[in-house]
């Protein structure tokens, strides 16, 4: 629906050619023409002005030139020739044949005859229409001098007057239009305005003709943008509007009353167009809700057949969007949602504003994502986005609009839940945005920014590569340099760049990059008067950045204060459903921490752990952003009770970060990366305050190890459910196979479709679980372990959970007949062990620090006070080490040097889990576990590029070759390259690797073991995806450094490291190494374990025994050493170059005891 053309005259079509109508006079063909005017007039027969114009043309070509009537007939066929242009087709040809007859009729006439003053006035109406197809300006000034001169001969009191002065308003408006001169819009006003002073009841176009003044005024208000034009626009639409309506009481003709009801809705849609425009430009939101009002009257007129109906549809819904962002009411919100899926499913594909209407569904979904936090919302966001690039034209204006709201969705969607693949895929559609938009483009703005986003977000996954750091900076500096100082747009921009530079003062600590962000933030913060809407990351952003001037020594209270009062303002302006209060309670609760800091008044502590408080429990919060504010806050609280509450509140959260389960692992690591030492302090908190063991041990288990729990959950055995429920079963099997598939496609739109089916698959695995838990028998259906099921994980020897909190050391114990704990409550010993540097954790000193302060109290506990004498039966336990002690050897604490026997190993045999689920799990796999292995696959990496060569490394293989092939077992030796191996690992129930290992401080699914080609290795990443557990292959001996190990804090909890990749893939049992171990022996480990294996059976106790009898003759051989010259020994350790070296971002330090680091995990 348009409004009103700037080319319609105000002529009537009913208005009949100037024939005489002395009856006497007139021939037969006068007659006829009079009786087809005059039936046309009545009936409005459209088939009469094609009549009309036939006996016209014959009639002039029987009429001889200079007889009076000849120009009669001239006129009467260029009148019906422009009431066919007018009313049957809008032909240039035709209106130019008609002006053609007209100028004949005119030029035949003498000059001072009425005539002559009559023809003149109706070729200028027809030069004006001529002049929108000719654009040839002389028509339109030659237009407008015929009726200038017409209308100054006619005299006052004339009826025709009044049209006469509005048809030359509509030609001085046109030519202002196209000009630009201001004195032509003066006159067009003057004369359209007297046109209307004059008009009578009589003239019922009243309405169209105040829309036409209304035109004029729209003209020079889109070149000089002034206010007063905008307001007499709307002033005069208002009038055009009640014109209408009193016409309608004052019509008597039931056509004219029709008409004007049909063009009602156009008039009122035209309103609503100023009204929105009036309040763009002065923000009145009474200018907004009327501009909804107008248009929803027009809906309601026409039926939803009408062409014109998606028109105001689509008004509606945006004006919609306008007035949520102006009031945050998510009913408006909502409706504009539903209007927008009703102009899709009217419009239909083919309808050529589809791929906006996507778009704009899209951008909406985001939206109503913004303000409930509900995910789903940013899945179909982007299903719609998707749909709208896939029909839009490269050569459509809005493809750039439809590749960076893409862009931004899925920008979104990586930051809930930390998908890598979105991000890559958001920063591919962000440059294509860029590329798409051309240098004058006046909105290139908006692509820079967005690009910058998410290259800032990139790089905060990166683990520090700078390039994409330096590039976010770039493109938010040309954000920046594109908006003017007033613009909208350029406080979003502005804290961009402040986040920006933020992130580069933490990596290269420049302070000009803390001053400079900290100015932009303080600015942006500062100048935000906007409602509830007003950008929320803006003031996080300044609140961030006081609190790292705090933190590293600078910054003032008064500084503080002032974004304390900002925040508030923030929040208290915030409905109370918003997800939003989440950000803004964590805000307030770190500048109250950095005022505590500042201070040291516990006042201030105490108000921000209820800030956090609230932040964790707000329903409607980001679950990440909850478990944020848990982490933050829960090791900082007063007491114990407080911790322990808001944490027990974001545990049930966390498992939500691993959820999403067509995820890539290191996406899931990343997400739970969070929530490190959350499980831990809160168990800690819990047996602080005397809460029962088993709460503790669940709230461990829920928060701990979630990464392998879910990979685990999808490879579990599902026999019974096959017998009880097969139709459930094979769907599990469906679901679990697309799900633990890895496809690397060629193309962005394939990834794009595979991404989007795990993601299917991942929604429809979590709802068939819980169909599965409807069913009889199946109500714990890979649920949380009961008390009864974490007892059983000590059937074969206890389980001791040691946990590392804020609060000190505790130790939760499982035996067969109950759960009990401890809890140390010597702060000094945990600083201690707290603070030994990573190259002495297996240092003497060290050992005897843990057996002391830990470890002696624990065995004491379970009764195991003395080395078992000859032949007697040596008990067996699981250690399960959280945080930082994760990274200890517990295996090996006690007072070697004494040769007392107090040590752990002297005591009893120690095996690893990393959680009492994985233990419990593992076990119920062992009653479909084959006997015999067939085959043992070797691997011997003598040489590895850029690395120091292990000489020991294939005797070593050939060693446990030999032992192999004693126990009937046959030996596989592949070709160098990681392929060779996985071509053999399948049908192997022994893998065994000797070489060198790679453990990624910042990436613990990158760490690998090294192969032939340096850029392909085995990585953790790989042997997750491998699934053997209907193979369940019996031993992975990685006989390589750090296998075990996990450097960065953030990762400790998910354990996430070789040895566990192998424990997930399947195999029982694990033998592998903390740290750094020597070449040489290497070789003598593998030799006594394999021999114990031989000697016992291929049993589950074979192996861990054999690492136990392997490292205990190695402790005494150390010891001998070390009686003799402790010094001495420590340099040898130190001086051997052969060591199978983990290639680490940091610097190790070789390990000063070398039988320590070598460990079992295994059920």
Known sequence: MNQQSANTSCTQKTQTPDIETNHDALTKADRALHGLVSSYRESDDLSKI??????????????????????????????????????????????????????????????????????????????????????????????????????????????????????????????????????????????????????????????????????????????????????????????????????????????????????????????ALSLDELYVERRSLGDLQESIAMVREAIAAIPEEDPDWLIL?????????????????????????????????????????????????????????????????????????????????????????????????????????????????????????????????????????????????????????????????????????????????????????????????????????????IKLSRDVARAMTDKYTGRTSARGTFAILLQKQVRDGGGSLDDVNEAIEISQKALDLTPEDSPSRTEHWT???????????????????????????????????DPLRRVIAATAIVHLCPEFDQAYEIGLAALDMVPMLASVRSLETADRQYLLSHAAGLAANTAGAALRIEKKPSEALSILEQGRGLLASSLDEIRTDIKDLQNSFPELADEFVKLRSELDSSDNSSSKEKDMLNGRRRHDAGKAFDYLLNQIRLKPGFEDFLGPLTTDQMLSAAARGPVVVINSSWMGIEAIIIQEEKLSSLAFENKKEYNAIYNVPEHD??????LELLWNSVMDAILKELGFTETPSKGQEWPHVWWIPTGHLSRF?????????????????????????????????????????????????????????????LPKAMEEVELVSKICDSMGVKSVVPGSSKQDALDHLRSSKIFH???????????????????????????????????????????????????????????????????????????????????????????????????????????????????????RLMRDAWLEVVDEDEDSASRTVRGNREARDIISCEDDSVAPAYWVPYVHFGI
């Open 587 to 621: 805000m307030l609760g770190g500048l109250y921490v950095s005022k505590y800091t500042l201070s040291r008044l516990h006042s201030y502590m105490e108000t921000a752990v209820e800030y956090y408080r609230s932040a964790v429990t707000h329903p409607t919060g």
């Open 841 to 846: 954790y297996g240092s003497p000193e060290t």
């Open 50 to 271: 094609q009549e009309m114009v036939s006996l016209a043309r014959q009639t002039l070509a029987i009429t001889i030139e200079g007889t009076e009537q000849r120009p009669m007939w001239l006129h009467a066929l260029a009148w019906s020739l422009y009431q066919k242009y007018k009313h049957i087709e809008a032909d240039g040809d035709c209106v130019q044949e008609a002006s053609s007859f007209e100028r004949k009729a005119r030029d035949a006439s003498p000059i001072d005859s009425a005539d002559f003053d009559k023809y003149s006035y109706w070729l200028g109406l027809q030069l004006g229409d001529l002049f929108f197809h000719s654009e040839d300006i002389s028509d339109l000034n030659e237009s407008i001098a015929l009726t200038e001169s017409s209308l100054h001969r006619m005299r006052d009191g004339n009826p025709s007057k009044v049209t006469h002065q509005l048809n030359l308003g509509v030609l001085l408006k046109e030519k202002y239009n196209r000009i630009g001169d201001e004195v032509d819009f003066l006159n067009a006003a003057k004369n359209i305005e007297e046109a209307l002073a004059l008009a009578t009841d009589e003239h019922h176009d009243r309405s169209m003709w105040n829309e036409i003044f209304a035109e004029l005024y729209d003209l020079r208000h889109r070149n000089l943008r002034l206010l007063d034009d905008l307001e007499k626009i709307v002033q005069l639409r208002h009038e055009s509007l009640s014109a209408i309506e009193n016409n309608d009481e004052s019509a008597k003709s039931s056509t004219i009353k029709a008409d004007q009801e049909a063009a009602k809705p156009t008039h009122q849609f035209n309103l």
């Open 993 to 1111: 690797f000797a070489g060198h290992g790679y453990t990624d401080s910042t990436n613990p699914s990158k760490s690998h073991l090294c192969f032939g080609d340096v850029n392909d290795p085995l990585t953790v990443a790989n042997l997750l995806e491998l699934n053997l557990h209907e193979e369940s292959p019996f031993l992975a001996y990685l006989s390589a450094c750090s296998t075990g190990r996990v450097q960065d804090e953030d990762y400790i909890d998910e354990s996430i490291h070789l040895i566990s990749a192998c424990q997930l893939a399947g195999f029982r049992h694990i033998i592998g190494t903390l740290w750094r171990v020597q070449d040489e022996h290497c070789v003598d480990v593998a030799r006594i374990t394999y021999e114990t294996i031989k000697e016992e059976g291929m049993t589950d106790d074979s192996v861990c025994r054999g690492l136990h009898k392997a490292m």
């Open 889 to 949: 050897p517990i295996h090996a604490a006690g007072l070697h040097r004494q040769r007392s026997g107090e040590t752990v190993m002297d005591r009893v045999i120690s095996s690893y889990s990393p959680s009492v689920k994985a233990l419990v799990h593992g076990r119920r796999r062992r009653r479909m576990t084959p006997k015999g292995p067939a085959q043992a696959l070797l691997v011997a990496m003598e040489q590895t590029q850029n690395q120091a060569p």
């Open 313 to 517: 549809i689509r008004f509606l819904y945006l004006r919609l969007h306008s007035l949520y962002l102006e009031t945050g009411v998510l009913d408006d919100l909502e409706e504009s949602i539903s209007l927008n899926r009703q102009f899709i499913e009217k419009g239909g594909e083919e309808h050529p504003d589809m791929p906006a209407q996507l778009n704009n569904i899209s951008v909406n979904l985001m939206a109503i994502f913004e303000r409930t936090g509900d995910p789903a919302q940013v899945d179909e966001s982007i299903r719609y986005g998707l749909e709208s690039l896939r029909v839009v034209s490269k050569d459509d204006p809005g493809y750039r609009l439809v590749l960076s709201n893409l862009a931004t969705a899925l920008s979104v969607r990586a930051r809930v839940t930390g998908s890598l693949v979105d991000l890559d895929d958001a920063i591919f559609y962000g440059r294509s945005a860029l590329n798409a938009t051309s240098e004058e483009d006046p909105d290139r703005h908006v692509q820079f920014h967005n690009l910058a986003s998410a290259l800032l977000k990139k790089y905060n996954r990166s683990y520090g590569d700078m390039g994409l750091l330096h590039e976010a900076i770039k493109m938010s500096r040309k954000a920046l340099s594109c908006v003017s100082d007033d613009h909208p747009d350029r406080e979003t921009y502005q804290n961009r760049l402040a986040s920006a530079l933020s992130s580069r003062y933490d990596a290269l600590k420049l302070s000009q990059d803390l001053e400079e962000s």
